[in-house]
């Protein structure tokens, strides 16, 4: 029986150290399922690994695209099924950790099957984005699915703020000439691995506080300057997310610098409620305290296999 040991939670939780605590335990390897950290031009601001965390335990799926190419979770699916059923040849288990919910459904339960998109209709997309704001992409939406439309903004009304989110729904309206809606709900693909699910999490003032922190590490470390050399390539849709928008607000001349740290920081919060949101929904996934012994966690995996 292969088993994916599967670490979701809030950014800033701990995943990581325990990701790595559990890969030397069970003497595997990791997949990273955060859609931020696999661009390699993005290191600060998206928290990745750093060299002694990497050395102490095998990582996948860790800046291993440019922000220049067109990377989907379709693409991400696909290629972490292919690593994974490379991993489970050698070893019963491998750990899965995500703070990108779609991308973590994508590889438990299977993603809807789109057809190929002409490149040219989200290059079009893209530049009436860029000319017309947001307000665009939701009008798009609104009057190709309806339907799709209402039910976003009554269940998830955040996601129709999401540039990257609204592009992709548009652009599948438009070159399929079909509703998005249309797509979901397929049969998905059968696993030959057994999820376990484990989920850290907080109080929310601790969550907070440690948003806020890791946020003022990341400025001290150096995201300001990395900001700074990504500026150029502000429209590119790896670029369209928490820590780098604000700062390319404060080279606009919109934001003062201390007004943009805080914009980071609000944000980074809010997108940790949506991920608890999204993360709650999995009735199987067992929650534990951040700050709980790894053995607690440890010996509730190996009851469960």
């Excluded at 484990?198 to 990341?218: K, T």
């Amino acid at each position: 029986m292969k088993h994916l040991i599967t670490i979701v939670g809030p950014t800033a939780i701990g995943k990581t150290a325990l990701s790595i605590a559990l890969a030397q335990h069970f003497k595997c390897e990791i997949i990273s399922c955060d859609s931020r950290q696999f661009f390699k031009e993005m290191t600060i601001g998206t928290a990745v690994p750093n060299p002694d965390e990497l050395k102490a335990a095998t990582h996948h799926f860790i800046q291993n695209k440019s922000i220049f190419e067109n990377y989907t979770v379709g693409d991400y699916e696909k290629e972490a099924l292919y690593k994974l059923e490379e991993l489970f040849q050698n070893n019963d288990f491998v750990i899965l950790i995500g703070g990108s919910g779609l991308y973590v459904d994508a590889i438990l339960k299977g993603f809807d099957e789109f057809p190929e998109i002409d490149p040219e209709i989200r290059s079009e997309i893209n530049a009436n984005y860029e000319k017309l704001g947001i307000e665009y992409l939701q009008e798009q939406l609104k009057s190709l699915d309806p339907d799709y439309y209402q039910k976003i903004t009554l269940e998830n009304p955040q996601t129709l703020q999401n540039p990257q989110r609204m592009m992709r729904f548009t652009e599948v309206c438009i070159g399929t000439h079909k509703p998005y809606s249309s797509f979901l709900n397929q049969k998905k693909n059968n696993r030959n691995f057994t999820p376990v699910l484990i989920g850290l999490e907080a109080d929310r003032q601790i969550i907070y506080d440690r948003i806020n922190q890791r946020v003022d590490i990341m400025i001290q470390q150096g995201l300001l300057e990395e900001a700074q050399l990504l500026y150029p390539n502000k429209s590119l849709n790896a670029l369209q997310t928490v820590g780098y928008r604000e700062l390319f607000s404060y080279f606009d001349g919109d934001f003062s610098l201390p007004f943009a740290i805080e914009e980071i920081k609000k944000n980074t919060r809010r997108f940790s409620k949506r991920q608890l949101t999204w993360f709650k929904r999995n009735e199987v996934t067992k929650w534990f305290d951040y700050a709980n012994d790894r053995k607690t966690i440890i010996d509730y995996i190996e009851k469960s296999l």
